[in-house]
């Protein structure tokens, strides 16, 4: 049996301690995909951080933006008020995501940090680059009717399978990364990255950080928006394409844009114009 | 019998237990000292294991023991030595741990057993298997090419009449049709619990539609007698055909439980699920089909290519449906088989019938339009009022019936017949219907009843549920027989050690059991009676039972009303604690002179998204002529269910292959697509009702397998009546149809 410690630092500052003295600790929150992962051979942390309790829930308005905290859960989100009122493409984008047994106990953070669905990164017995770095592609030529359109490379067409990072990266939003030295802001966009020759790497934070929360920058999408999900059945099943979509219309004129693409990159691709 | 009498409360007698988890599933009993067992699976498709590494595994913590053929015990009844070249024969299934040869991705080459789930788990990612790999067959588009089609009597052409007919009429159509490898996926996992008792008496918790079969089956590979092998299945979560059979993996649990001495578990995981339990065969058809400008049927020729494993038969009726459906004088069928680098297909929820209707109810639907007839109306000008291949009459068919209610309740009339004619907003609307059928049975059952003195019943007989709901109508039939309330009505099942009841298939449970139920609670009726000509009560020595009516927890006569006795008064006088009977049930000598058939017809609403093609459900219609309807809340759900299936089958169920390495690819709940509530819209369900005079005495006739049956059609005809596109191959995603 594949033995870990598990530990619950009751601060931010100690559970981003806690990792850098292990080589091998991983942070757990709603544990939706990092379980399995860890069911699968594919992940063996020998320290689980559970960082689900920190202060780190809030969702708050902050002068022109909106903060949420990296541990707020997928559905409260979802549902908050706040949300509805002035990020309300994020709370559908939100609602699209998963079932709510999963969004019930996924966080923001963890949403951001979840794996792709590829089937061929799942079977350890079959090659893959992001999971095994070198040792191949199976989707390249295999069951990919899923997989990238835009960003790929021919180490990887793995898709990131989130609903939420569309809507982030429609909106704006940047994220609130911290380390034993203090906070860093990275746009969200540039969060994740592409596959390029190192697809097993998913995204921009370094070793040692914690993403601890979102602030995404007060707007006009609140009238005209729409996160709309293609997929092969209503609920439960992860995009063939999505897209999120707002403007903000003055005066009949479209004075604002915004549209996101999900499923089809391992980053959501924007094309945002003001 | 006159009427049902609960028909107002006609909740699922488990349904409580079901909902708040007191129900026992196979994998939940608690047995003393159980060891966990873990299946490790090939990775290859097709070889031979050169060596198995079991070192590390055996070391790991908590190991007991590592199976593999190398020190496997010898089961048996299995054939060591065989050359497994000797050609496929049905029914023998795949000997686990007999022999190194390696037939198909994921077939078990070693078990291993330690004290907890995880470690077992753990020590089984240790085993490595060197192998000597041969080139496997794995690809649906190589059959008929490298793959070579199994040859022998029973797959001869078919002709009745003039042969490929269809050919010369005056409009005719030729179409493919595929239906792709889908896997039962129930909820509940196939799971085992064997424990070796004193004497070699062996009891096992099995997740069976079969309590007897696997009693039997077990029992015959480890050259028991069947009444030192006990098999249990009170609850079993779901089975649509894939615990029919006793597969290796109870086989395996059973040789583990022998070999460590102590109870052992055995739960397979989603993944093995889709290897070792069997799943629904992909199908490749064509269809023939002609008629005159009338429409009416001059000849359908109807093809079908199936696949199997490289070690067992295993076909389907796929093609017989042509030949029962409809009246047509020249029926031409041919069915291939090919074996290929799988594990053995078995039957799922209506096995080669719900194959083979999506082809020709599909083709039936595209005929139509070549004619320009109404599609409900083609099928009309060609109904088979007698059996047109036994040439024989039916003993019941409603089946204009249950066509009338269903285009009543979709709204037929409104449809506007022309393709891609009608529009909803951004939605293009379809209306599209099939028919399906399935052979009503009835087999050997035998129950027993006792009645005691507080006026409780007993029924007893070895019968799964594996969803339908048998406990609750076999109860509803005993408590309506015998006038008692169905909580004083107790039916016993899911122990192989009751009275012989049947397996859980081909929808001949409630047929075959109920009329067993029925015959021993007329059994018992009759007991009573003997005891009432003697005891004075009615002072009637020639009493009959005609003469009363059991009601109210008692008897009364006729003639007056007034004279009645409780089951209580009846048992006391006579001095009896119980009174018990039992009952052989078979189908009778006069059937032999019939066809007996259920009918499904669906009528769908289908909404298709304008730009993307997306599909959803706006209403379904499901009616049915299953006979007389005995539970009538447990059937309702059935025929949900079978439309659940049916959108499953339609819209999204396929187990991927890929090829490259023989192993599927979409193995789990997630990338397996089953419907989900969100897909599933209102669904209407009206029965015709009425019941059949000549299969049983109760009237019912089968229902679980044409809940689904010739769904898939309706819905392919409902899209192309939507959008103007013919999807022929399932399931019918929205990227056919962008």
């Known amino acids: 049996m594949i033995t870990f410690d598990y530990i619950r630092p009751a601060t931010t500052k100690a559970a981003i301690d806690a990792l850098k003295k292990e080589s091998s600790a991983q942070f757990i929150a709603g544990g939706t995909n990092l379980v399995d992962l860890m069911k699968h051979g594919i992940t063996a942390p020998q320290r689980l951080i559970d960082i689900s309790r920190l202060p780190l829930n809030i969702i708050e308005q902050k002068g022109n933006m909106i903060r949420i905290g990296a541990m707020a859960l997928n559905s409260t989100v979802a549902e908050n008020a706040l949300i509805q009122q002035q990020l309300p493409l994020l709370s559908q984008a939100l609602q699209a995501g998963a079932s709510p047994q999963l969004r019930n106990m996924a966080t923001v953070g963890g949403n951001m940090m979840q794996r792709t669905r590829c089937a061929y990164f799942y079977d350890t017995t079959l090659p893959c680059n992001k999971r095994e770095p070198g040792s191949g592609c199976s989707a390249l030529q295999g069951y990919n009717r899923m997989h990238a359109i835009f960003g790929a490379s021919d180490q990887c067409i793995a898709v990131h399978p989130s609903d939420m990072c569309v809507a982030l990266a429609a909106l704006d939003a940047v994220v609130v990364i911290a380390d034993s030295k203090g906070e860093r802001r990275l746009p969200f966009i540039d969060f994740h990255r592409l596959p390029g020759n190192s697809p097993h790497v998913d995204n921009n934070l370094a070793k040692g950080e914690m993403i601890v929360g979102i602030e995404v920058p007060l707007n006009n999408f609140v009238k005209h928006y729409r996160y709309t999900k293609i997929r092969d059945r209503q609920s439960y099943a992860f995009a063939l394409v999505s897209v999120a979509a707002a403007i903000d219309i003055k005066e009949n004129i479209i004075s604002d844009i915004r549209l996101a693409m999900g499923g089809v990159g391992s980053q959501t691709v924007a094309t945002n114009k003001s | ?738």
């Open chain 2, 1 to 738: 019998m006159e009427k049902f009498f609960f028909e107002d409360d006609n909740n699922r007698v488990t349904g409580k237990a079901v909902v708040t988890g007191k129900a026992k599933y196979a994998a939940e009993h608690e047995v003393e000292g159980v060891v966990y067992g873990v299946l490790v699976g090939s990775t290859i498709a097709k070889g031979s294991i050169i060596a198995i590494d079991t070192k590390a595994a055996t070391k790991a913590p908590g190991v007991m023991k590592v199976i593999t053929h190398e020190n496997s015990y010898k089961v048996p009844g299995y054939d060591y030595g065989g050359n497994p070249a000797k050609g496929l024969t049905g029914g023998k299934g795949l000997q686990v741990f007999n022999g190194n040869t390696i037939y198909f991705a994921g077939q078990p080459i070693a078990l291993v057993i330690a004290d907890s789930y995880e470690r077992a788990v753990y020590a089984a990612s240790l085993i490595k298997a060197q192998y000597n790999q041969d080139v496997h067959a794995t690809d649906f588009a190589e059959m008929g090419k490298s793959v070579i089609a199994v040859e022998g009597q029973r797959y001869k052409d078919n002709i009745r009449g003039e042969a490929d007919a269809y050919k010369n009429a005056a409009v005719k159509l030729e179409a493919e049709y595929i239906v792709p490898n889908e896997v039962h996926n129930p909820m509940e996992l196939h799971a085992v619990i064997a424990k070796w008792g004193a004497d070699d008496k062996l009891t096992v918790w099995e997740k069976t539609q079969g309590v007897k079969s696997a009693q039997r089956s077990i029992a015959a590979a480890f050259k028991l007698k069947e009444d030192d092998v006990q098999v249990f299945a009170p609850f079993v979560g779901g089975g649509f055909g894939s615990a029919l059979r006793t597969w290796p993996h109870s086989i395996a649990a059973v040789i583990g439980a022998k070999m460590v001495k102590k109870p052992l578990k055995l739960v397979l995981t989603r993944e093995q699920m889709f290897q070792l339990v069997g799943y629904r065969p992909y199908t490749k058809q064509r269809i023939g089909i002609g008629a005159d400008k009338d429409g009416k049927f001059i000849g359908i020729t109807h093809e079908a290519d199936g696949v199997t494993s490289m070690y067992e038969e295993f076909t389907e009726g796929t093609v017989n449906v042509s030949k029962i459906l409809y009246q047509c004088q020249n029926v031409t069928t041919r069915y291939k088989l090919y074996p290929l680098n799988l594990s053995t297909p078995t039957w799922m929820r209506g096995p080669g019938e719900a194959t083979g209707c999506f082809a020709l109810e599909c083709a039936i639907d595209e005929l139509s339009y070549l004619l320009n007839i109404d599609p409900l109306e083609l099928r009309l000008k060609n109904y088979a009022e007698t059996d047109p291949e036994r040439n024989r009459p039916y003993s019941s068919k409603f089946l204009k019936e249950a066509y009338q209610l269903g285009a009543d309740k979709i709204g037929w009339k409104d449809r506007d017949p022309r393709p891609a004619s009608m529009k909803q907003g951004e939605w293009q609307v379809g209306y599209g219907m099939s028919t399906g059928l399935f052979n009503a049975g009835r087999g050997n059952a035998k129950a027993s009843a006792k009645l005691y003195a507080d006026g409780t019943l007993i029924v007893q007989t070895a019968v799964s549920d594996s969803g339908p709901g048998t406990q609750t109508s076999m109860t509803m039939i005993a408590a309506d027989m015998m006038g008692l309330p169905v909580n004083k009505v107790t039916f016993e099942y899911g122990d192989s050690s009751l009275p012989p009841g049947p397996t859980q298939g081909g929808s001949t449970t409630t047929s075959t059991l109920g009329s067993a139920v029925y015959g021993v609670c007329f059994a018992l009726q009759n007991k009573i009676i003997d005891i009432l000509k003697t005891d004075g009560t009615f002072n009637k020595t020639d009493l009959k039972v005609e003469d009363v009516s059991f009601t109210d927890g008692g008897v009364l006569l006729k003639s007056d009303p007034a004279k009645k006795r409780t089951y209580s008064d009846i048992l006391s006088k006579a001095k009896l604690n119980q009174l018990e009977v039992s009952d052989d049930s078979k189908a009778s000598e006069q059937m032999r002179n019939y066809s007996a058939y259920s009918y499904s017809v669906h009528f769908v609403k289908v909404l298709v998204h304008s730009k993307t093609g997306v599909i959803k459900f706006d209403k379904i219609v499901a009616t049915a002529d299953a006979g007389k309807i005995i539970s009538p809340k447990t059937a309702r759900s059935q025929m949900i269910g079978g439309v659940v299936g049916g959108i499953g089958m339609a819209l999204m169920e396929e187990a991927v292959i890929d090829n490259r390495f023989g192993k599927y690819i979409n193995n789990n709940f997630a990338d397996y697509h089953v419907p989900v509530q969100a897909d599933v819209p209102e669904i209407e369900v009206a029965f015709v009702n009425k019941p059949d005079p000549i299969l049983n005495p109760i009237g019912a006739k089968g229902m679980g397998e044409i809940a689904l049956i010739g769904f898939a059609a309706a819905v392919s005809n409902a899209v192309y009546h939507a959008t103007g596109k013919r999807v022929r191959d399932l399931p019918i995603t929205l990227d056919k149809i962008m």
